[in-house]
């Protein structure tokens, strides 16, 4: 029920702005790598202006879908280890001391 209620309220809205953007900017937009020489050839690219926004809106998810994961890392670890943890008291059969965890080769 939720699901459907998020596609119908906030997907298809999002949708149907995204393609009326991309209609009225379909035009040519030059992209260039050089801010000292704009008319560079080797580094100007043509591209329609709607590519470059959506373009920019996925790197800018990714790069902050990146800098949200490695910054909650501690706490994956912590959780791990709580994980571990919680699996050794919960067996019965170990005594304390011991854990059933794998042996590893010294």
């Known amino acids: 029920m939720l699901n459907r ?4 309220v906030v997907f298809v809205p999002i949708a149907i702005i995204l393609i009326a953007l991309a209609v009225a900017n379909r ?7 050089d801010p000292f020489n704009p008319g560079n050839p080797a580094l100007t690219l043509q591209l329609p202006l709607f590519f470059l926004l959506f373009a920019a809106i996925a790197v800018g998810m990714i790069v902050g879908s990146l800098a949200t994961w490695l910054k909650q ?8 280890v709580r994980g571990q943890e919680l699996q050794t008291i919960a067996d019965p059969r ?4 011991q854990t059933n965890l794998p042996a590893t080769k010294r």
């Open 5 to 8: 209620f998020m596609l119908i």
């Open 27 to 33: 035009a040519p937009t030059a992209f260039t790598l």
């Open 73 to 80: 890392g501690r706490y994956r670890k912590l959780a791990r």
């Open 94 to 97: 170990l005594t304390p001391g």
